[in-house]
């Protein structure tokens, strides 16, 4: 389960072409699943979730409820590297309202699917690395634009303290 928040903060002014913040706020919340069989190497994981937008005062506009879902498979060809497929779906369950009337109802739709490969590593001692690269191919948009998208993703933490066997005194019989 998530919840995650959107505050407004920065400057946001509706004439300029890059602002420090999107003058609204916003929640989501969600809830994830991920399915890892470590002796055939396979992990899938989907993540869906909601998110819910508050007015952009400046810009007298508010963004409908959207539907997210993201998924991966992967296939790990050693303890560290895997290679495999992502996707997402992304829908807008109710229009934007604030736009005119005559663009009709505004509710974005796009679906995205592609390849991905991670690298698990020892970045420094006691850190592990994550690197991530995927591709999404957009399709079947609606109300918004679509391409290519491509992440790239580093993450550090502390690694997982060694497991060392858990040995008990052999019991002595008299």
Known sequence: FYAAA????????????????????????????????????????ATGGLTFNNWNHDTNYKNGID?????????????????????????????DIGSPAFLGEVKSRVYGIGPQIGYIFQAAPGVQGYFNLKGYHEFDSHDRPDGWNVWATLSLSPAAPEQKPVTSPRPQWK
């Open 6 to 45: 959107n505050i407004r903060v920065g400057t946001y002014e509706p004439t300029l072409l890059a602002n420090l913040g999107v003058g609204f706020s916003a929640w989501d919340g969600g809830v994830g699943y991920t399915y890892f069989d470590p002796s055939k190497g396979l992990e899938f994981s």
């Open 67 to 95: 539907l997210h879902i993201d998924f991966g498979a992967a296939k790990f060809l050693s303890k560290q590297f895997f290679i495999g497929a992502v996707g997402y779906i992304y829908n807008q369950l109710d229009a």
